[in-house]
């Protein structure tokens, strides 16, 4: 399988942004999961399938954070562009909600602010 990754530094409530030029699986992941990725056993991630850019990602806690973009499978791959960043901490800023998301994972209700630095949308387990 092809892809793109980058990698940072993060912060709690940091937001890493991806844009994507075309309909693709974009995944946040920790180094460790990363490596299991990269051996193509399975690993854990935030995020999923993204149709529309961008795409963000609200850190959850301190620690390495790699950026995934998939370029497709194998036999079907895409020639997808992809531009990534870190932005400061935002309080309007919730993460983005994967397509293939599980249901009951929506939009936080806009009176639970308080909270709202606190979500991860769309973790999952693939392998």
């Known amino acids: ?19 994507i ?16 990725y990269r ?6 991630y935030h ?11 609200v850190v959850p806690y301190d620690g390495v954070w790699t950026a995934v973009v998939e370029m497709g499978s194998f036999r079907e791959p895409l020639d997808v562009r992809a531009h990534c960043r870190l932005l400061p901490p ?21 009176a639970d602010a308080e909270h709202i630095s606190d979500l991860s949308l769309a973790a999952r387990s693939e392998g």
């Open 1 to 19: 399988m092809k892809f793109q990754y980058k990698t940072y530094e993060a912060k709690k409530d940091e937001i890493i942004e991806v844009e």
């Open 21 to 36: 030029d075309r309909p693709t699986k974009v995944k946040f992941m920790t180094g460790k999961q990363l490596k299991a």
């Open 39 to 44: 051996q193509g056993r399975t690993h854990s």
């Open 47 to 57: 995020g999923g399938r993204f149709e529309e850019s961008p795409v963000r990602f």
């Open 90 to 110: 935002n309080r309007t800023v919730v993460s983005t909600r994967a397509v293939d998301a599980p249901r009951g994972l929506g939009a936080p209700d806009p």
